[in-house]
């Protein structure tokens, strides 16, 4: 009887071991599941973020997406009115250039007819924009009927002290 005793004894230790092993993993499962709990919380609460940021960033790509479409009208436009400008620009310098032609031309032709007319008089010389200078000119000094200038100004102050045969300077 008592080698069974000490056989149960043994056997209750054994199964008191176990008890006492199986606890101690219990235990440490707790543990783990409640470390797994919080890791789980804060790995939701992360995905709730990162779920949230996503929302936003969704929000401003569209808004840039609209954004862009507006940018690419209104670059359209723009581009459409420079193209309108240029072409504008284009038929302005060939008017230009066609009137710039015609001056010259015009301006030929003039040159052309004066060089087969000989001028009359000094206003005749200093053209349209001259004529008052030209006309004071024509009155200040006297023409002899061969058309030179009699006593002018040079001439007169290269005779002085000089005397004519009769004694007129």
Do not use: C
Not at 25 to 44: A, G, H, I, L
Not at 65 to 85: F, I, R, W
Not at 104 to 124: F, G, I, K, N
Not at 125 to 141: D, E, H, R
């Amino acid at each position: 009887e008592n080698a069974e005793l000490l056989e149960q004894i043994k056997v209750a230790n054994r199964l008191q071991s176990v008890v006492t092993d199986l606890r101690e993993q219990n235990e440490s499962y707790f543990k783990d599941k409640e470390s797994f709990r919080e890791r789980n919380k804060v790995m939701e609460e992360k995905y709730r973020e990162v779920l949230q940021q996503y929302g936003q960033q969704m929000e401003e790509s569209q808004t840039f997406m609209g954004q862009k479409a507006s940018l690419k009208t209104q670059l359209k436009q723009k581009s459409d009115e420079v193209n309108a400008l240029t072409n504008k620009l284009k038929e302005l310098f060939g008017k230009v250039q066609s009137l710039e032609t015609a001056l010259v031309e015009s301006h030929r032709e003039l040159w052309e007819a004066r060089a087969h007319v000989r001028p009359q008089t000094v206003t005749d010389n200093f053209g349209i924009f001259g004529n008052s200078n030209a006309n004071l000119y024509n009155q200040i000094i006297p023409q002899n009927d061969s058309g030179y200038v009699e006593n002018s100004p040079s001439h007169s102050r290269s005779m002085e002290g000089k005397r004519n045969n009769n004694g007129s300077p």
